[in-house]
């Protein structure tokens, strides 16, 4: 197989790749707090020709130490946009929205046993019954929402429950309020480092060759910091029209990947039939 079929090949894989991204981010258009994703492409320069046999002889030939080729390209890496999406009046007590750009919720996921701490910027809370009479606050999935001191846990006698601007909760019970409990909010240092997790949550990402710790990534947001608006929800930050522009550009230059292909088969045909 010629070169160029190859590097038209390995791109179109790669764009097929980013076509998956742009119909993600089109069907999460009307998700609360979704944060759209894009792809950055890079090179692919591996190949070298025409190297030196013995690098250690000086003044063997004049011209660099070897050739390098594109071999096509590859998806380099996935952003995330955590800017501020719309937001909506709900009028729902357990409705919360972050007002400040990268901050994020917490939520404790436990999958095969094992716990993980998760982000997410979609503030729809539910309050889940436990055992011994007491009720957690949870996501909509029904993990626990992460509070100053762990998981956020009242005793089942409140009347109403509403949600200050700097993240303190706030429970009434017989005409008397009381603060009794706080959300932990953190803020994205490095948004770069965060994946997609599922059910609209990211965790930590893994970057080959690099060691970060997680307080090079997140950090915790002082209360006096937090900026909340109760009885309201995030909308996704999706621009539709920008999706639509890129969807049309990735098609274009997955048709040229194509085309490529094909003029260089009929290339090789009309050589092979040479006499």
Known sequence: MSRMAIQAAVTMGQLQNKMDIIGHNMANVNTNGYKSRQADFSSLLFQQIDNLSNPEVENVRLTPDGIRVGNGAKLGHTNINLSQGTIADTGRSLDVA??????????????NGITETQFTRSGTFYLNPLDDGTVMLTNKQGHPVVGENGPIIFADDFDSISFSNNGTIQVTRNGNTEVEGQLAIVEAIRPRLLEAAGDNNLRFGNVEGVQFNQGEIIQDVAANQVQLKSQALESSNVDIAKQMTELTLTQRAYQFNARSISMNDQMMGLVNQLR
Request: proline share 0%.
């Open 98 to 111: 972050l007002l400040a750009d990268n901050h994020l919720f917490q939520v404790n996921v436990t999958e």
